[in-house]
């Protein structure tokens, strides 16, 4: 596996170019980010680096994602990506960029919250719909996006399994005085200190909860399932796939 990395510089970049030292299956041929670093190998220049790869690994920015994947696409290279916040310019890239490469967005590449979003989905399907859902996500103190990506995935995964859109069940501010709708799936929201992530999914019903929760203590393992899910993409058809499939989840329900 030959990998370019964008947003090399960041939390995960960094997390990805240690766990690449000890993959051996794979070669970094190119770390990308918007500031060039000689002593670290870092260039901008993405268009010079990707006909050396056969997948793109990008932790970049919203902003970035888009052209990204245009030009992974017009190289032929799959694509991996764990950015989250994406807008509908980045959303519109995804789907013009799978069509020619096999490519997954994921909003969280451990293997332990891909699990959990399908054991939500799961109780959320069992569960009588007068349990209340509420999602409460932990980060460090510089994460700009909230509810984080992982959260509104999880917040899916349960609408899902009500049958319903995130769109259409999504509590709103309730910071006023408005009170808890019924069928609403709220978020809160803790940002502090060097959270790496943190995600519980409370089902709160009259008399009893159900508490379904994951705890991230080491970026290491995002990397690692970012390093697989990249190495399974390699040799499929275009397309847009997801991480469940990467570990052969079976659904539950």
């Known amino acids: 596996m030959r990998v370019v990395l964008v947003g090399a510089a960041g939390r ?102 891909t699990l959990l979003q399908e054991l939500v989905r799961a109780a959320a399907q069992a569960l009588p719909a007068d349990f209340d859902i509420e999602i409460i996500e932990g980060h460090h103190r510089h994460k700009k996006d909230a509810p984080s990506g992982t959260a509104l995935a999880l917040g899916r995964a349960a609408a899902a399994g009500r049958g319903q859109t995130l769109e259409s069940t999504m509590a709103g501010d309730r910071r006023g005085e408005s009170a808890r709708q019924a069928g609403e799936i709220g978020f809160a929201v803790v940002r502090g200190g060097d959270i790496v992530g943190e995600h519980t999914v409370l089902f709160a019903g009259a008399g009893e909860r159900v508490a379904i929760s994951h705890q991230a203590t080491d970026r290491a393992i995002f990397a690692r399932g970012a390093l697989q899910a990249a190495s399974w993409l390699l040799g499929r058809a275009p397309g847009r796939y997801e991480m469940s499939e990467v570990i052969g989840l079976k659904l539950i329900i």
Do not use: Y
């Open 12 to 113: 995960m970049g960094v997390a990805i170019r240690a766990a690449l030292q000890v993959w051996p299956q794979a070669k970094l041929v190119g770390a990308i980010d918007r500031l060039p670093s000689e002593q670290q190998g870092i260039t901008t220049d993405l268009e010079a680096v990707l006909p050396a790869a056969n997948v793109m690994i990008d932790f970049s920015s919203p902003q970035s994602t888009a052209k990204n994947l245009a030009a992974a696409a017009r190289h032929g290279v799959a694509a991996l990506v764990g950015t989250t916040g994406l807008g509908s310019e980045a959303l519109a890239a995804v789907h013009a960029a799978a069509v020619k490469v096999p490519l997954i967005i994921a909003a969280n590449t451990s293997l332990g919250v």
